[in-house]
């Protein structure tokens, strides 16, 4: 009887000891560190692309999340504080995609419940990159975020990047990003 015990326990340590499944954020529209399409730049300030949000899909969140949003940056706008270019938080958990255009400002292909933020342009839903003329090609980080929260606190819809930021950050779990860029 003592054997098979051991075997078990065995088995079990070896399982343990196995790395947990990487969260990991995926694309169809957007390759690692390359250029972005003309489909996601945006359509306003001088750019004139057709403003999709690309398609995301994501697998294996932490332990425990209990939300999840999905964020696009740049860290490169001239500013001094970077350009929010999509904020969009309180998506259920189960959640494993959004598909092109969901940053659409009128939220039609988001779950019910989901808030996407006003923007650095000012007004909720994804707004494409469009860095100035002769600038290096500016980063585009998307990520989405794992949250030990069910809903973000304090936050709505024209709450500001750095304050959604400040609660993702609060409340992450643990993030996966996935960095495109653009430049003209």
Partial sequence: MRA?????TAALLALAALPAAAFELRSPDLSADKPM???????????TGGNV???LSWSDPPAGTRSLA?????????????????????LPAS??????????AAGAKLPAGVVQSR????????????PPVGDAPH???FTVHALKVDALPMVTADSSGAMI????????????SLTARFGR
């Fill in 119 to 130: 923007t650095d342009v000012g007004s909720p839903g994804y707004f494409g990159p469009c």
């Fill in 165 to 176: 930021g400040y609660f993702l950050t609060a409340n992450s779990l643990g993030t996966a």
């Fill in 4 to 8: 098979p015990f051991l075997s078990l």
């Fill in 53 to 55: 949000s690309p398609a």
């Fill in 70 to 90: 999905v964020t696009a940056y740049d860290p490169d706008a001239p500013t001094g504080s970077g350009w929010w270019h999509w904020l969009v938080f309180n």
């Fill in 37 to 47: 399409a003309m489909t996601q730049v945006a359509n306003g300030f001088g750019c």
């Fill in 95 to 104: 959640a494993r995609s959004l598909p092109a255009g969901a940053g659409d």
């Fill in 139 to 141: 980063r585009y980080i």
